[in-house]
């Protein structure tokens, strides 16, 4: 089992999704076993969240302040925003 930093349930699809510093993950809710989707890309990823208006898994890479959109097929996070002013930020939340 990964040691993970951070997890997202996407509710429109029921889907538990995982990361460590490195890699995201499908968690099954039933067992607790993580599926590795694949490697991030990003540096030090510590949060996620999901947005479901939008259809959207966000993912925060922490050692480089981004916010990150996470392809849910591959498990890769694309940079879509810097984040200015914090130092290791740690956790993301989507507020409707």
Do not use: E
């Amino acid at each position: 089992t990964p040691a993970p930093t951070a997890m997202a349930y996407d509710a429109a699809n029921d889907v538990l999704y995982g990361c460590s510093r490195q890699n995201t993950y499908v968690v099954n809710r039933a067992t607790g076993a993580w599926t590795l989707l694949g490697a991030t890309g990003v540096s030090d990823c510590w949060g996620m969240t999901y947005d479901p208006d939008a259809d959207i898994l966000y993912g925060l890479g922490a050692a480089s302040s981004v916010l990150c959109t996470v392809d849910r097929g591959t498990g890769a996070w694309t940079a879509v925003g810097g984040l200015t002013g914090l130092s290791f930020p740690r956790s993301i939340a989507y507020v409707p």
